[in-house]
């Protein structure tokens, strides 16, 4: 009896001792170990903040688990797409001089004479143009060919149309000597316009010029195959003027990619004057040039239009072989028109591509009905008169007919990703440009 007492005793204990867990509350909030096996935190869209307008966006996703294996992590990066615009040959001739002087206050203003054509640069992302021109200053008297110098008012306008870079090494690069290169670049300097091919330094020539354009970083070489038979003088010789060599362009577009270029863009001034197919010299080097490191090449010199050309052995790589004539007083066929080339670029991740370019044709308008002469940098596209302060004589609208055939047959390679601009594409339509 006793020892059924004692057991009785001991079970009771056990029950009391229990009891505060057997009845406690159940908090409904306590996640169980499949809960936190399935929780997802997703991180906000980051934006990398660059020099310019558009940065990439990235989307970034993480998985954490209580248990193996570790959290993943899955990045989404948006494509960054870019249009590079480069216009041809900026040569003033006297003509064109006299054409914006104000004969009243000296003064120069040459707005007018690029305004038709500025929505179709200020919309690209980048604009360059081949500065033929020195702007030593009026002291030398200011002149068009063949020693031409123009007033800095130029730089001014060329800024205020869109561009942004002009390539100053040419075949006039040493019109004015040591001095006409100096001045040259201090003046573009105070027009706010960069500018690669002449230096001041030998440090200045050895800094890769490289534009964060919207997150792709585009480095812009340029080299002249002719100085008009000049000599830089013997002290500034090795920086003066960059002359075109092969194996310098290829070491200068390493030296790019050292200092973080993601594309090589290098501006030739070569070729044969007045030939609309590219020379055997041109071919050879492009060839060689892009095969070392240079991604596109733009072409000036010969005043006409050339070729655009899709080197077929590496799949994003283009040379445009001469844009002609952007503004000039020339006005034999070919001679008075030109082109407005725009190169697209994307970056995917870490590759950068050319993925193909697209061209505007230029007409420049003559007007001499009544003094002084004028002149007008006029967009060319099927269908559409460009509104001009001053009309279009039916001659003009028939040349710039021809000018648009001329060029298409010239270029047109769909196939090669080398086609006309769709103004929209640059988010230009008729009803923003007044017509």
């Known amino acids: 009896m006793r020892n059924a007492l004692k057991a009785v005793g001991a079970a009771l204990a056990v029950i009391a001792l229990c009891a505060p867990l057997i009845f406690w509350p159940v908090d409904e909030a306590q996640p169980t170990a499949l809960d936190i096996s399935e929780v997802t935190a997703t991180v906000p869209p980051t934006v990398v903040v660059g020099t310019t307008e558009k940065p990439p966006e990235t989307t970034t996703t993480t998985t954490e688990a209580s248990s193996e294996p570790a959290p993943t992590t899955t990045t989404t990066t948006v494509p960054i797409t870019i249009t590079v615009a480069a216009v041809g040959d900026v040569l003033p001739h006297a003509p064109i001089l006299n054409s914006v002087r104000d004969p009243l206050t000296g003064s120069y203003d040459f707005g007018s004479v690029f305004a038709r054509i500025a929505p179709y640069l200020t919309k690209a992302d980048y604009t360059l143009a081949n500065l033929e021109t020195r702007l030593g200053g009026p002291q030398v008297g200011y002149s068009g060919y063949p020693m031409l110098n123009s007033p800095t008012e130029l730089a001014f306008a060329l800024k205020g149309a869109g561009v942004d870079l002009v390539a100053t090494a040419n075949n006039h690069s040493l019109d004015l000597g040591w001095d006409g290169i100096t001045g040259t670049l201090d003046r573009l300097d105070t027009a706010g316009l960069a500018h690669v091919g002449t230096y001041r330094s ?234």
């Open 202 to 435: 030998m440090q200045e020539r050895r800094t890769p010029f490289i534009a964060d354009i919207r997150g792709i970083r585009v480095a812009f070489l340029n080299y002249t195959a002719s100085l008009n038979g000049l000599i830089p003088p013997e002290e500034q010789k090795g920086y003066a003027v960059n002359t075109l060599d092969a194996d310098v362009v290829a070491e200068d577009a390493l030296a790019a990619r050292s200092w973080g270029a993601d594309v090589v863009i290098a501006i030739l001034h070569y070729g044969d004057e007045y030939e609309r197919e590219p020379s055997q010299e041109q071919l050879d080097i492009s060839q060689e040039i892009l095969s070392r490191g240079v991604d596109v090449i733009i072409g000036s010199h010969p005043h006409v239009v050339q070729p655009i050309a899709h080197i077929v052995q590496y799949a994003n790589k283009y040379v445009i072989y001469s844009l002609g004539n952007f503004v000039s007083a020339q006005r034999l066929r070919y001679r008075d028109s030109g082109l407005v080339a725009y190169v697209r670029i994307e970056k995917r991740g870490l590759g950068c591509f050319v993925t193909g370019v697209s061209y505007l044709p230029v007409y420049v308008q003559r007007a001499a009905a009544e003094e002084p002469v004028r002149y007008r940098v006029l967009p060319v596209l099927p269908g559409l008169a460009p509104q001009t302060d001053i009309p279009l004589t039916e001659a003009e609208k028939q040349r710039m007919a021809e000018v648009w055939e001329e060029i298409r047959e010239q270029l047109y390679r769909p196939d090669e990703n080398i086609a006309p601009l769709y103004p929209g594409d640059l988010g230009l339509y008729p009803a923003d440009l007044g017509q």
